[in-house]
Every structure is written in C-alpha cells, then in structure tokens.
C-alpha cells in the first residue's frame, strides 16, 4: 500500500544537539516527498521537499535526501535550537494529488 | 503575499448549532483540501476539490459538507456539530498539473463545541 512511516516520539533535545527524525514509505513509482513542521496552535509549513531519487531538500539548517535504496527521507539538523520545537510530519505525495502523512513527531529542544 | 487565509482563528459553536468555516487562497490553485487534525495526530483529508469537481474520502461523516463557489474560496459546512467534532480544520491548496506538487496549508481554525 502507500504509506508513510516515521520515527515516534516525543524526542527531547538539548540546544546544539544533533536531530535526526526517520522516515521510511511504502510506494510505486517515485512520489514526491516532503517535511512539514507544525508550531503549537499553527497550520503546516513546508520545511523542505524532494521530487526525486537522490535529490536532497535543505532549508533553514535542516536536510533530508530522497534515498529510493532504503524507502527513506530521513530529517537531520546539525545544531537545533529551542525555536525549532515543533511537531514534523513526514509526507508523500500520491498521483491523484493526495498527502499521505506519517503520525508526526513531536520535538522539544531544551535550553 | 499570496497565501492560504482561514476565518477565524478560533471557532466555538454550539452542539448541533450549523457552523461554517472558510478558506481563501491568492495562490490560484487548482486543487483546495479540507483537513480535520485533532490533538496529537496527523491531519485527516476529509475532502478535496480539484477544479469544480469534488471528491469525498469514503469515511467523511455525511455531517461534513463543503461548497468551493470560485477558485478563491472554500467553505467547509458543519451541518449538526457533535462534542466529537472538536479540532483543529486546516484548508490546503496545491496545482496538479500531471505530477504531484506541494500543498500549502493556511493557519486552521480551532474549532470548540459547547
């Protein structure tokens, strides 16, 4: 089927820590992927996107790259700050134009 | 800037009270998305419109009808809110023009249920 796994959490970090959030689909073809992040009370913001095999999405210090090898798109910061809590949702684009959503991971970074 | 607008923020309505929320988009998508996302969850598609044309997922509540009058706006209707409805509706839009592109979701609006 087509499905959207990700890491559960919460995950609580101390500021500088390094992130890594995994993410793993289930698809045919080669589907869009993208990071979505949630602040408290907000709507989604799309943090970061790659449309194809090996292209690698960046933004604002975080990374993920589209492995079709391992299924994965797994998101990464190298120095998180406390402005970065937030819950991210990992999503694949389907071909009748639908998001399928991971469950979200809910992230603290601490002072 | 072109954005995703939601009115309002903040919604409260009495049980079984009709309630409708909106949505309007600058972005001149051609598909708009209607969310249900309660607490600690992923956003739950209830329906979309591509162009004109609609399209119910098959375990939206018959509760839950929408209207897309233009390409700018999209209301979600409410038409018998249960204490259960309460949660955040988030409105999305994207372009589809033959492969799948980004959506872009506007600010939600909470709704609570007295």
């Known amino acids: 089927g087509n499905s959207v796994t990700q890491m559960e959490g919460p995950v609580t970090l101390s500021e500088e820590a390094f992130l890594t959030i995994n993410c793993t689909y289930t698809a045919t073809g080669y589907p869009s992927l993208f990071w979505y992040v949630q602040y408290p009370g907000e709507g989604l913001q799309l943090l970061l996107k790659?449309?194809?095999?090996?292209d690698k999405g960046s933004n604002k210090g975080f990374e993920a790259t589209y492995r079709k090898e391992t299924t994965s798109f797994h998101l990464e910061k190298g120095s998180v700050q406390v402005s970065d809590s937030a819950v991210y949702f990992c999503?694949?684009?389907?071909?009748?134009?639908?998001?399928?959503f991971g469950k979200g991971t809910l992230l603290t970074v601490n002072p | 800037d072109a954005m995703v607008i939601q009115n309002p923020r903040y919604q409260v309505t009495q049980f079984g009270k009709p309630v409708t929320l909106s949505c309007s988009q600058t972005l001149n998508h051609n598909v708009m998305y209607w969310y249900q996302q309660k607490s600690s969850q992923a956003p739950k598609l209830l329906f979309h419109?591509?162009?004109?044309?609609?399209?119910n997922e098959a375990d939206t509540p018959d509760n839950f009808q929408s209207r897309r009058p233009n390409t700018s706006f999209c209301f979600l209707d409410i038409r018998s809110p249960g204490l259960g409805d309460a949660a955040m509706y988030l409105c999305?839009?994207?372009?589809?023009?033959?492969?799948?592109?980004?959506?872009?979701f506007g600010q939600g609006t909470r709704l609570t249920v007295v």
């Open positions: 419109y591509y162009d004109k044309d609609f399209n």
């Open positions: 790659a449309t194809k095999a090996d």
């Open positions: 999503a694949r684009g389907r071909s009748n134009y639908k998001l399928t």
């Open positions: 999305a839009t994207s372009r589809f023009r033959g492969h799948y592109t980004e959506a872009f």
